[in-house]
């Protein structure tokens, strides 16, 4: 009875029609997403999104009339309830970070397993940022670059924080954290509730982007 309150209402946006009817029924046979709309612009889209005030956009990067970057810049202007997740076949760190500098809280490789988006469309309706693992990856390998000349300044982290954030991007754990580095656990914990305070993140992911974009972590 309840069901339609909890649905997820999803806009997808892709001018390819196979690979965007695909992706509309595999959404559909979910219990807990309807989609609402399809869109084969980014005009169309923005359109939609304006009448149908969707929930979750999906939303392809490369589309005719205004390309996923140009419909990220106008999404930022209107209804913060809608959230959008990017498709992208672009293996491009830089794409990546471009997309959530313009407001996408989700990233997802079109190349990925399935359950991978319906797992990112359901973290980031909750509010919370999604980020391919393969995605990460590339972000973890940009980090390794030496920082720019703008970066020589002092260092808004602690050398134990660095050390910290440059685990985070490769994958650990807290755990694993504090084996490596011979701490507690705990420490770890209070390391990164301090380093989410300085940088202004509210998670591992954003943290990894953040790092990412001012170079925090210089290469090994």
């Not at 140009?70 to 990017?86: E, F, H, M, Y």
Request: charged content about 35%; hydrophobic content about 40%; aromatic content about 2%.
């Amino acid at each position: 009875m309840s069901k339609a309150k909890k649905d997820i209402r999803v806009l997808v946006a892709d001018d390819h029609t196979i690979f965007r009817e695909g992706l509309c029924k595999l959404l559909e046979a979910e219990d807990d997403i309807v989609v609402i709309g399809e869109a084969r612009t980014g005009v169309e889209c923005l359109a939609l999104v304006e009448k149908l005030k969707p929930d979750v956009v999906v939303l392809d990067l490369k589309m005719p009339e205004k390309d996923g970057l140009s419909v990220l810049n106008d999404l930022g202007g209107k209804d913060a309830s809608t959230r959008t997740i990017v498709l992208t076949a672009s293996e491009d760190e830089r794409d990546f970070v471009e997309v959530v500098r313009r407001g996408a809280r989700g990233v997802v490789l079109k190349q990925a397993a399935s359950e991978l988006l319906l797992e990112g469309i359901r973290k980031v309706h909750r509010g919370e940022m999604w980020i391919d693992q393969r995605v990460a990856a590339e972000v973890m390998r940009a980090m390794t670059r030496p920082p720019g000349a703008e970066q020589q300044a002092r260092p808004l982290l602690t050398e134990r924080e660095q050390d910290i954030v440059r685990l985070v991007t490769q994958g650990f754990r807290n755990k694993e954290i504090a084996d490596k580095l011979s701490i507690g656990e705990q420490t770890v914990k209070n390391h990164l509730h301090n380093i989410f305070d300085k940088l202004g993140v509210s998670d591992r992911l954003e943290l990894a982007l953040y790092a990412l974009h001012h170079r925090l972590v210089e290469a090994p």
